[in-house]
């Protein structure tokens, strides 16, 4: 690279920083000076890289055999294609903010631009035509020329102006609507303006005058606004009220290919709980979501929790809903704060489980796909009823009775207990130990079924999560009357990390042991019960506010060689299995 550009270069950009500098502390003071240089920058960079790349084409060099070429300017910049490439460079990083980031930067851009050109002029480059005024310049065949760039230079700076005049005016423009659409709010829901004082009486004779009044400010004419909305009937009901959504699509593909086109293992429906269908688009969740918390001042709350879409066909409770049901009321429950010691929450109806490191609700797991401890370890929710009450800051304790596992109608004469205890001794550590216990065959209240749910969650630091789960299980007489108790074992891992406040990674880790075969069933080839494990990396990036995109990678591996997958034919005779999966999460 030239030196001389270099210089050029320098210059601009120490023009276009200055230049924004003075406009953050002057009419663009709401602006983020660092985040339009970073854009400035970030535009310059593409725009020389497709000039470049432009002007290699033209002379007949391929940039992909001589990629090093890129970075050498001698060779010339297509300066309309790098104005191309800057300005679509600008328009994708500043998004939704484009008319209100371009006012802002268009005077750092002329600045830069004046700095560019006088840049120029100090190498000698782009002279003019041949002139013999006073200020000309003996160019290299002596001959006096006119300094065009400093022409330029001078120009441009005195055009900076207008653009920060019409920044100024922008800002001025706001004002004026923001009192427009104040107005007009004011006049729907019937707030009266202050009517001008009426005239003061003349003073006496040598007495102070009294001061004048000062009108309404905008600030003040919205407090009363605010004020107006919170005495309408309607708004002292709801205004406690929460309400969240979102909703969730994906594909996955199976490099198995499976010609059942299922990613389970065996006939378990419930392996891969919501992402069960390989090689297709899913609408897995729309949810919608509405509660009230219950406060000392406010002590009756309840929630509503309601998903539509195919992750709804595997998390119907008994008796709400059939196995083919799109729509699935997930929570429904009524709370009560009773004014016993530091207030004791009660809750009944429909609720989700105590139990596991991940949620139905989609946003709240950072992976696509759900672990195979989450189908198959422990229940997806209850009806019934629960207490709970914070001892001490540490440690808060929550017991119930349910009718059992995933059964709103109960398919018994007997209830389970349902519990779970919080521990939290460090500030970035959280300890839970839980546990349902009770009858959870047809028609049987003598065999019982526990679960025990181990879960700790600790951050070593700020953008790092760490999680272990350990679940245990044990039915009596699993198979029918006199046979034997099975049990299940589960653990699983997780790590997250945020790279930035966009970009996050997370891997799982996890193993299933099912040595009686009553959760994942048996390998179809031998009749024997088989353990599988499975690993799972994860990156999810903020799009945009609300919106998240997250690609994962899996890799499920059943033991001792079991042939448990579809290997492409519609027959179960694979070992393993590897999956990718697209998602797109909009949350509101």
Same mark, same amino acid.
């Given at each position: 690279?030239?030196?001389?550009?270099?210089?050029?270069?320098?210059?601009?950009?120490?023009?276009?920083?200055?230049?924004?500098?003075?406009?953050?502390?002057?009419?663009?003071?709401?602006?983020?000076?660092?985040?339009?240089?970073?854009?400035?920058l970030?535009s310059?960079?593409?725009?020389?890289?497709?000039?470049?790349?432009?002007?290699?084409?033209?002379?007949?060099?391929?940039?992909?055999?001589?990629?090093?070429?890129?970075?050498?300017?001698?060779?010339?910049?297509?300066?309309?294609?790098?104005?191309?490439?800057?300005?679509?460079?600008?328009?994708?990083?500043?998004?939704?903010?484009?008319?209100? !980031?371009?006012?802002?930067?268009?005077?750092?851009?002329?600045?830069?631009?004046?700095?560019?050109?006088?840049?120029?002029?100090?190498?000698?480059a782009?002279?003019?035509?041949?002139?013999?005024?006073?200020?000309?310049?003996?160019?290299?065949?002596?001959?006096g020329?006119h300094?065009?760039?400093?022409?330029?230079?001078?120009?441009?700076?005195?055009?900076?102006?207008?653009?920060?005049?019409?920044?100024?005016?922008?800002?001025?423009?706001?004002?004026?609507?923001?009192r427009?659409?104040?107005?007009?709010?004011?006049?729907?829901?019937?707030?009266?303006?202050?009517?001008?004082?009426?005239?003061?009486?003349?003073?006496?004779?040598?007495?102070?005058?009294?001061?004048?009044?000062?009108?309404? %400010?905008?600030?003040?004419?919205?407090?009363?606004?605010?004020?107006?909305?919170?005495?309408?009937?309607?708004?002292?009901?709801?205004?406690d009220?929460?309400?969240?959504?979102h909703v969730?699509?994906?594909?996955?593909?199976?490099?198995?290919?499976?010609?059942?086109? %299922?990613?389970?293992?065996?006939?378990?429906?419930?392996?891969?709980?919501?992402? %069960?269908?390989?090689?297709?688009?899913?609408?897995?969740?729309?949810?919608?979501?509405?509660?009230?918390?219950?406060?000392?001042?406010?002590?009756?709350?309840?929630?509503?929790?309601?998903?539509?879409?195919?992750?709804?066909?595997?998390?119907?409770?008994?008796?709400?809903?059939?196995?083919?049901?799109?729509?699935?009321?997930?929570?429904?429950?009524?709370?009560?704060?009773?004014?016993?010691?530091?207030?004791?929450?009660?809750?009944?109806?429909?609720?989700?489980?105590?139990?596991?490191?991940?949620?139905?609700?989609?946003?709240?797991?950072?992976?696509?796909?759900?672990?195979i401890?989450?189908?198959?370890?422990?229940?997806? !929710?209850?009806?019934?009823?629960?207490?709970?009450?914070?001892?001490?800051?540490?440690?808060?304790?929550?017991?119930?009775i349910?009718?059992?596992?995933?059964?709103?109608?109960?398919?018994?004469?007997?209830?389970?207990?349902h519990?779970?205890? !919080?521990?939290?001794?460090?500030?970035?550590?959280?300890?839970?130990?839980?546990?349902?216990?009770?009858?959870?065959?047809?028609?049987? !209240?003598?065999?019982?079924?526990?679960?025990?749910?181990?879960?700790?969650?600790?951050?070593?630091?700020?953008?790092?999560?760490?999680?272990?789960?350990?679940?245990?299980?044990?039915?009596?007489?699993?198979?029918?009357?006199?046979?034997?108790?099975?049990?299940?074992?589960?653990?699983?891992?997780?790590?997250?990390?945020?790279?930035?406040?966009?970009?996050?990674?997370?891997?799982?880790?996890?193993?299933?042991?099912?040595?009686?075969?009553?959760?994942?069933?048996?390998?179809?080839?031998?009749?024997?019960?088989?353990?599988?494990?499975?690993?799972?990396?994860?990156?999810?990036?903020?799009?945009?506010?609300?919106?998240?995109?997250?690609?994962?990678?899996?890799?499920?591996?059943?033991?001792?060689?079991?042939?448990?997958?579809?290997?492409?034919?519609?027959?179960?005779n694979?070992?393993?299995?590897?999956?990718?999966?697209?998602?797109?999460?909009?949350?509101?």
């Amino acid at each position: 690279m030239e030196f001389g550009l270099l210089a050029a270069a320098l210059i601009a950009a120490v023009c276009v920083r200055l230049t924004l500098a003075a406009e953050a502390a002057t009419v663009a003071p709401e602006q983020d000076s660092g985040r339009l240089w970073d854009l400035a920058l970030l535009s310059a960079f593409v725009g020389l890289g497709v000039g470049r790349i432009g002007a290699m084409v033209a002379g007949g060099t391929n940039p992909l055999a001589h990629p090093l070429d890129v970075l050498i300017l001698r060779g010339g910049v297509d300066t309309v294609l790098a104005s191309v490439g800057a300005i679509v460079a600008f328009g994708i990083a500043a998004r939704r903010a484009l008319v209100v !980031t371009a006012d802002a930067i268009a005077p750092a851009v002329i600045a830069g631009l004046a700095g560019w050109h006088a840049g120029c002029f100090t190498r000698g480059a782009c002279l003019g035509t041949p002139s013999n005024l006073p200020w000309s310049i003996s160019g290299p065949s002596g001959v006096g020329r006119h300094p065009v760039e400093i022409y330029a230079a001078v120009l441009l700076a005195a055009a900076i102006g207008p653009p920060a005049a019409w920044a100024q005016d922008a800002k001025d423009r706001e004002i004026q609507e923001l009192r427009q659409r104040l107005d007009r709010l004011e006049k729907e829901i019937g707030v009266k303006k202050e009517a001008p004082p009426a005239p003061a009486a003349a003073p006496a004779p040598g007495a102070p005058a009294a001061p004048a009044e000062a009108p309404q %400010s905008i600030g003040d004419r919205i407090k009363t606004i605010e004020e107006a909305i919170k005495s309408t009937p309607l708004f002292a009901v709801i205004k406690d009220w929460n309400f969240g959504g979102h909703v969730a699509l994906s594909y996955n593909y199976n490099f198995n290919n499976p010609d059942s086109r %299922s990613n389970n293992a065996a006939d378990n429906t419930f392996y891969r709980v919501f992402d %069960s269908k390989a090689n297709q688009f899913t609408i897995n969740q729309a949810e919608l979501w509405i509660d009230k918390p219950t406060t000392v001042e406010s002590p009756i709350g309840f929630g509503l929790d309601f998903i539509i879409g195919s992750d709804a066909k595997k998390i119907h409770s008994l008796g709400l809903g059939d196995s083919g049901d799109v729509f699935d009321l997930t929570q429904a429950y009524v709370t009560y704060k009773a004014p016993i010691g530091k207030g004791l929450d009660l809750k009944a109806g429909k609720f989700v489980t105590l139990h596991g490191a991940e949620v139905i609700r989609r946003p709240s797991n950072f992976n696509i796909s759900r672990s195979i401890q989450f189908g198959n370890a422990i229940p997806f !929710t209850h009806t019934g009823i629960t207490a709970t009450y914070a001892f001490t800051d540490w440690l808060t304790l929550t017991g119930g009775i349910v009718n059992g596992w995933d059964n709103s109608d109960d398919n018994n004469d007997g209830k389970s207990l349902h519990g779970m205890a !919080t521990i939290t001794p460090l500030k970035d550590l959280t300890v839970i130990l839980g546990g349902t216990w009770g009858a959870e065959q047809t028609d049987r !209240t003598g065999p019982k079924r526990t679960l025990l749910d181990f879960l700790v969650t600790y951050k070593p630091i700020p953008p790092l999560t760490l999680t272990v789960n350990y679940n245990h299980g044990s039915e009596d007489e699993a198979f029918g009357v006199g046979t034997p108790t099975a049990t299940w074992h589960s653990v699983s891992g997780y790590a997250i990390y945020d790279v930035t406040d966009k970009l996050s990674v997370g891997v799982r880790g996890e193993y299933f042991a099912d040595e009686d075969g009553f959760r994942l069933l048996f390998d179809p080839n031998t009749g024997k019960p088989f353990n599988v494990w499975e690993f799972t990396l994860t990156g999810r990036y903020k799009l945009f506010d609300h919106l998240f995109a997250s690609v994962e990678y899996r890799h499920d591996q059943a033991t001792d060689s079991a042939k448990v997958f579809d290997d492409g034919d519609g027959k179960f005779n694979a070992s393993s299995q590897d999956t990718i999966a697209f998602e797109l999460v909009y949350q509101f």
